[in-house]
């Protein structure tokens, strides 16, 4: 899958996770937005009550969307006969798209009545979508192969190298120049001192200054004259080479807190299972079979 494939990929996930949450909302609203008094008298309550057919096909869909996504991505990462199975990153898309999809349709089922072990399983849900974003963020942040495959410090530092040799191989650039750049970014003893909120904002600072790197490289080039032909395609190289030695700084740190996240993301995704299956258990013993 190519880039302009994988956008239109990613959009297409969005974009229909979007469409159903509205469309749903749309078509029901009236009844969700009805007190809990007036609801048994609302016309269309057999179907739309937790019970109903229409909202209990929601909370079965919304089950199995998590399901798949938790089972399709868990299978890619975790066991190595499938490591080439695509690139690690599709199904991570994949797996949010389900894991935010599903619970979405998951609160369509409850009717946004909440209480007893369903406040717990919502609310354990709703942290693991919270956590889930969060993890998304610090795993983007963690240099892979084209596989999707993480890199270790030996493979960055050989990356850096290369990217620093062609600078100055191809495009002659001297080092005093080569030298200015590298200054662009954040410094080594900042990350050492940095906790999780400073470490969080370094991340969010460099995805927001990248137009302000690149006037910072343009004026360096600027400075010393270098031909606009070249400028671009130094450019290009260097925002790569700043963007990586970033990341190598970040690295140890983004994993230990990749680490930790896990240690909040697990735990909630059991408590979310567990009640899961206990519901799944009570409805079915008491009958609430849906269409068969």
Known sequence: MNDISHRIFVVFLFIA????AIAIWLRNSDYYLSSLDERPFHQRYDTLKPSGIESHGYGIAGTAMIMVGV??????????RFVNAGRIKYWLEFHIFLCLLGPILVVYHTTFKLGGLVAVAFWSMTAVVLSGFIGRYLYQHIPKNIQGNELNMKDLEAENKRLSDHLQTEYRLPGDV????????????????????????YMIQGDLSRIQRTQKVRAILHQYSIDIDSSKGILRIANDRIMLR??????????????????????????MFAILVVHIGVAVA???TWIW
């Not at 996770?17 to 159903?20: E, H, I, M």
């Not at 200015?180 to 969080?200: E, R, T, Y």
Request: no cysteine; charged share 20%; net charge positive.
């Open 17 to 20: 996770a979007l469409s159903a």
């Open 71 to 80: 089972a399709t991505y868990s299978t890619r990462k975790r066991i190595r």
């Open 178 to 201: 080569l030298a200015q750049i590298d200054n662009i970014g954040i410094h080594d003893s900042d990350v050492a001192q940095a906790g999780f909120l400073k470490l969080l904002w």
């Open 246 to 271: 970033q990341r190598i700084l970040l690295l140890e740190k983004i994993r230990q807190l990749f680490h930790y996240w896990h240690v909040v993301h697990l735990p909630f995704s059991l408590v």
């Open 286 to 288: 008491f009958g609430y």
